[in-house]
């Protein structure tokens, strides 16, 4: 049975919350707990059984908690009862009153349970001690040492002057130090300095103030510190003179010791040991209070390590872990002492420089930054290389509070990325309209998907053997009812950023099988539809379930169906890649690498690809007519579509010219704006037109070729 089970403890609170915490918590606690809610049942309830210890609230209706109290310290029965206090706060709390009525504590809302449990105890075993004391005056100084060191707690009792008198077992164990090393000497002789200090500063408050006070002291070990709660008080002989101070003491170190593991795990990253995204946005803040009464400046710098998901891809996340270990000391290493590097999460690291003069300060450490972090990473015998993208405000030019701070720094971040990344970008007014049209676009584009405002339309392909259209490329419109037509080279990348991609691809997919399904089941349609894959998409575990789903459900051939994907998808993961491509190949569907010879993929790849086709992209087809250059390599890469027995599209053909010259180099499918712009569903029987236009021309092209 725990030592709390032998002490009843009577609460008397008219609030019931306060009554309900309280119970449970002391219950829990192994106490006996009685509850009145009114001071008569309390007095009552006291008088009829005496509690060991008593909690009385101040304010309450019938009579305070004063009047209360003055009751039981004129009942014999129930004066010796220590009472302790319940005060709404330290400010409205009458301290002497409090402790002229006979109370020997309190305890504060809103409630701290370790402090209430640690001011009880107290209580309770000094009750126990000054009864047992009083008896042992009487009987014999053995029954005091016997009540000591029968006592949980560390107890000790002083010389006025400071010199120990008496301590029981629980301080030998706890401290290490033996009676026989410490009685008779003062803690100057026998602690470290700076808990000698603290323990006859907090000895003199109590006998220069005559009462009793409650404090936290360290005690200084060679095998470490501890931590107690140490309730002070004076003893007063027959005379009622003061001769003695007594010190009951619990040690919380442990708890000490969590409360700081804790608080360092939630406010410190655990890989780095650098604040975390809630430390530093703490220490942000308390900086911005403090703008309006100085004239300092502060400038935020947000790092993003380029291409960070390829060494994790590629060398493992532990490796990654210890770049990002390494990455943090180096950043350490380029900002003055009273700066934060804080690391925000992912690959991403915060940096306040405090008090800068002017923003070239900023540009300076951003500079050496850059330099910190171009040699190579050795990392279990393995190189790595890193680049920083890094986005730049100052306070308050730039914004007042951190939410205004963080979300321009990182814009300026994503310009520096744009502007070829290894950089740094000052935040500008105009990086924040262009934010504001964003997020602007990204709600409509919300709201458009939602009410079916986008929509596919049909772009055809032409055959250059036959003339005739061969597929169409399905390519995404949005007609808005107050923007108009929204180009799809603004809201596509924003669908993208805003992980509204997957919803559109998934809508324009479904779209153009439900509708060109019924035109190859009567024989109408022949050729096959083309629709691009995002990577966001292309990745997504469930895309294989979504297009069984899609052609189960129309009873779509797999052969129409032309999926798109750039060259830069494939590359981000190539053996992903390869794996779904093959399984979607299984099934007959039709796979062609876009945008060709704008990524890295290597021959080797493209030779595992099971792709139909290679998709030129338009930059190449642009200039085609002025620029020999680029005629030879599209030259090239349709000779290298045909040794590896791949069809060759070219994409935004848009002059008679550079048909012309396709036509001559055999590049097999033809698209562009000089047969078609992308057409509604409804209007692609007028493709008729154009194939009848196109097969004239290559008519007589092939006339004036013989």
Not at 318 to 332: F, H, K, N, S, Y
Not at 364 to 374: G, H, M, P, Y
Not at 512 to 535: D, M
């Amino acid at each position: 049975m725990n030592s709390q089970t032998q002490y009843s403890i009577l609460i008397i609170d008219d609030n019931p919350a306060n009554l309900k915490l309280l119970h449970e918590l002391l219950s829990c606690n192994g106490y006996r707990v009685r509850a009145a809610n009114t001071p008569k049942l309390g007095i009552s309830s006291a008088k009829k059984t005496p509690p060991d210890l008593i909690l009385l609230d101040i304010a309450m209706p019938e009579m305070d908690g004063y009047d209360v109290c003055q009751i039981f310290k004129k009942d014999p029965q129930t004066e010796p009862i220590p009472v302790i206090f319940i005060s709404a706060s330290d400010g409205a709390f009458n301290k002497v009153k409090a402790f002229d009525v006979g109370g020997v504590d309190y305890i504060s809302k809103p409630f701290d349970a370790t402090e209430v449990l640690a001011r009880i105890e107290s209580h309770l075993q000094l009750s126990v001690l000054q009864k047992q004391t009083q008896e042992s005056l009487i009987t014999s100084q053995n029954m005091l040492e016997a009540i000591m060191d029968n006592s949980p707690a560390i107890i000790y009792i002083k010389s006025i002057d400071g010199q120990f008198l008496q301590i029981n077992k629980e301080f030998e164990r706890v401290t290490g130090f033996k009676a026989r090393d410490i009685i008779g000497k003062t803690g100057d002789s026998i602690f470290s300095p700076n808990s000698a200090k603290q323990f006859t500063k907090n000895d003199n408050e109590v006998i220069s103030e005559s009462q009793y006070g409650t404090f936290e002291e360290t005690l200084e070990l060679d095998s470490g510190n501890l931590t107690f709660l140490s309730l002070k008080f004076l003893l007063k002989d027959a005379n009622g003179n003061d001769f003695a101070i007594c010190g009951i003491s619990t040690d919380i170190s442990k708890r000490k010791q969590a409360e700081a593991e804790l608080q360092h795990l939630a406010t410190y990253d655990t890989l780095t040991d650098l604040p975390n995204r809630a430390l530093f946005m703490s220490i942000l803040a308390q900086h911005l209070a403090l703008l309006n009464s100085t004239d300092s400046k502060h400038a935020i710098l947000i790092i993003d390590l380029d291409n960070f998901k390829n060494i994790n891809d590629s060398l493992g996340h532990e490796t990654g872990d210890i770049l990002l270990e390494e990455v943090a000391r180096r950043l350490q290493k380029c900002v003055r002492e009273g700066d934060t590097v804080s690391r925000m999460g992912g690959d991403e690291f915060i940096i306040l420089l405090q008090n800068i003069q002017s923003p070239t300060e900023a540009a300076d450490v951003s500079e050496k930054i850059i330099r910190e972090l171009a040699p190579e990473f050795s990392i279990n015998e393995r190189l790595a290389f890193i680049t920083p993208s890094i986005g730049i405000v100052i306070t308050p030019d730039n914004g007042q509070d951190e939410h205004t701070l963080l979300r321009n720094v990182d814009t300026a971040m994503n310009q520096a990325k744009k502007h070829g990344r290894n950089t740094y970008q000052f935040f500008t007014d105009k990086m924040n309209k262009n934010v504001l049209v964003r997020m602007e676009i990204e709600k409509e584009l919300r709201i458009a998907l939602h009410k079916g405002e986008i929509n596919p339309y049909y772009q055809p392909k032409i055959d250059t053997k036959t003339g005739k259209v061969c597929g169409f490329e399905a390519l995404s419109r949005w007609h808005h009812p107050t923007m108009g037509q929204v180009s799809p080279a603004i809201f596509i990348p924003i669908a993208e950023e805003s992980n509204l991609i997957i919803a559109l691809d998934r809508h324009i997919l479904k779209t153009s099988i439900e509708k060109f399904g019924p035109l190859i089941k009567n024989g109408s349609f022949t050729g096959t539809i083309s629709v691009n894959l995002t990577a966001q998409h292309f990745f997504r575990h469930q895309l294989l379930e979504f297009i069984d789903g899609l052609l189960c459900e129309y009873d779509f051939p797999a052969h129409h169906l032309d999926l798109e994907i750039t060259e830069g998808t494939v590359i981000e993961d190539v053996d992903t890649a390869i794996k779904l491509m093959e399984e979607l190949h299984e099934r007959g569907i039709q796979l062609s690498i876009d945008d060709f010879g704008t990524g890295y993929s290597s021959l080797s790849y493209l030779k595992r690809f099971p792709v139909k086709s290679l998709k030129i992209d338009i930059s190449f087809i642009r200039d085609l007519t002025k620029s020999e250059s680029d005629k030879n390599l599209v030259a090239s890469i349709i000779n290298l579509a045909q040794g590896l027995k791949l069809e060759c599209v070219a994409e935004g053909v848009e002059t008679i010219e550079q048909a012309d010259i396709l036509y001559s180099l055999n590049c097999d499918t033809l698209q562009g704006f000089l047969f078609s712009q992308a057409i509604d569903f409804n209007t692609i029987s007028e493709t008729k037109v154009l194939e009848e236009k196109f097969t004239t021309h290559l008519d007589s092209t092939d006339q004036d070729n013989k």
